[in-house]
């Protein structure tokens, strides 16, 4: 399976990016799917989880900012952050809940305060 991460960028605090994971080789719709971030020098941390029938949750850092999405049509999920803080600043991967596919390169995400 070849996950790619992409919609990452610069953006001054406050504002707002809409990050994809797009697959290859099989459907997303099946499984559970996951949005993961790494700052530097931090251990990889949960930001978003969605489910087959589409129930989402939340890391507490993110509550209220983030919207996790999924479109099964285009074997994409989404990430829409607003509201973005500085600590927000990390690389962004998306995956399976569980035993993880390879991860990919992920999408850096830089908030400038």
């Known amino acids: 399976v070849q996950l790619q991460a992409s919609g990452g960028g610069l953006v001054q605090a406050g504002g707002s990016l809409r990050l994809s994971c797009a697959a290859s080789?099989?459907?997303?719709?099946?499984?559970?799917m996951v949005w993961y971030r790494q700052a530097p020098g931090k251990q990889r941390e949960l930001v978003a989880l969605i489910t087959t029938g589409g129930t989402t949750n939340y890391g507490d850092s993110v509550k209220g900012r983030f919207t996790i999405s999924r479109d099964n049509a285009k074997n994409t999920v989404y990430l829409q952050m607003n509201s973005l803080k500085h600590e927000d600043t990390a690389v962004y991967y998306c995956?399976?809940?569980?035993?993880?596919?390879?991860w990919g390169q992920g999408t850096l995400v830089t908030v400038s305060s």
């Open positions: 080789g099989r459907a997303l719709s099946m499984y559970m």
């Open positions: 995956n399976k809940a569980g035993t993880p596919w390879y």
